[in-house]
C-alpha cells in the first residue's frame, strides 16, 4: 500500500497519471506575463506543456495573515497544536477553537487554503503536513514548527500538498536540516528553492481529482486490512488463554490450522 501511494504520487508529477489534454496550452506563456521565470532540468522528463519553477515563484512561504488586524481579541478562531495534524491521514484531526487574543502573538498564523508544513524533526519525516480548511472564522493559529505555504494563482492548494507529501521530497528535506540534535529543521530557504513541475491549473484540477480518488480507495483497502489484522490478533490471543486454560478442543485447534 505504501509503494502504491509512492507510486501515485510519482505519476502525477511525472505528467502520467491522467490523459493530457492537446488543447492545453504551455504554462510557460502564462508564466512569462508576470515575469516569472521556468527552470530546466534535464533529469526528469514531464509533458511539454509542463514547466518548472522555483516554490517561491508559486507560493508565498510564511507570509503572515493579516485578515485579523482589525478583529476584536474575543473572536473565536481556529488553533492547530502539531499533535492536532494526522500524520497519516494529512489533515487536522483535532482543531481546537480559541480566543483570538490568547494566539494572535507567539504562534504561526494561516489562512483557509494555506499548506501547513511540519518543519521540525520527527514530525516533518512522519509526514505531518495538511491544507487548512474550515477555520473558525477564516483564520487559524498554529504551532511555530509549521511552514506556511500560500498558493498564488497559478496553484492549487492541492498541488502544493500532495508535492510535499511525498517520500522523496521529505528526504531531500531531511538531507536539508540544520540546527542541533533533537531541534532539527527545514529551513525556509530550502522551500523557497525548491524546484517544482508546473502544468496549467486546469491540468493540476485533473490530476488532483484522481489522486484523491485513488487515495480514497487505497485508504478504504487500509482500512480493511487494519481491521482483518486486529481481529487475527484478538484471535490468537483468545486461543492462547483458552490453551493455558486448558480448555483447548478440536474447534480451536482447526483453527490454529
Known amino acids: 500500500l505504501k509503494r502504491y501511494r509512492a507510486s501515485v504520487l510519482k505519476a502525477a508529477f511525472e505528467g502520467r497519471l491522467v490523459p493530457q489534454d492537446p488543447n492545453d496550452e504551455p504554462v510557460i506563456e502564462s508564466l512569462r506575463i508576470i515575469g516569472k521565470n521556468s527552470i530546466r532540468n534535464e533529469n526528469k522528463k514531464i509533458p511539454e506543456t509542463w514547466t518548472y519553477v522555483k516554490l517561491s515563484d508559486i507560493a508565498d512561504i510564511n507570509k503572515k495573515a493579516s485578515i485579523f488586524a482589525d478583529l476584536p481579541d474575543n473572536v473565536d478562531v481556529t488553533f492547530v497544536p502539531m499533535a492536532a495534524v494526522d500524520a497519516e491521514a494529512g489533515f487536522i484531526s483535532t482543531p481546537e477553537i480559541r480566543k483570538l487574543g490568547t494566539v494572535k502573538k507567539g504562534f504561526t498564523s494561516f489562512m483557509e487554503g494555506d499548506v501547513l508544513f511540519a518543519k521540525i524533526t520527527p514530525c516533518m519525516e512522519n509526514g505531518k503536513a495538511a491544507i487548512a480548511k474550515n477555520l473558525k472564522n ?95 490478533t484478538h484471535l490468537h490471543q483468545a486461543i492462547l488463554k483458552t490453551a493455558f486454560e486448558g480448555k483447548l478442543d478440536s474447534s480451536h485447534k482447526a483453527l490454529i490450522k
Open 138 to 232: 477564516g483564520i487559524g493559529f498554529g504551532s511555530t514548527e509549521f511552514h506556511v505555504l500560500r498558493a498564488n494563482s497559478f496553484v492549487l492548494p492541492e498541488w502544493l500538498y500532495h508535492f510535499v507529501r511525498q517520500e522523496y521530497f521529505r528526504k531531500d528535506a531531511k538531507a536539508n536540516f540544520t540546527g542541533t540534535a533533537g531541534q532539527l529543521r527545514v529551513p525556509k530557504r530550502f522551500l523557497s528553492d525548491y524546484i517544482i513541475p508546473l502544468p496549467l491549473i486546469s491540468e493540476q484540477r485533473r490530476i488532483v481529482a484522481e489522486i484523491e480518488s485513488r487515495l480514497t480507495l487505497l485508504g478504504e483497502v487500509d482500512s480493511i486490512v487494519q481491521n482483518n489484522n486486529n481481529r487475527i
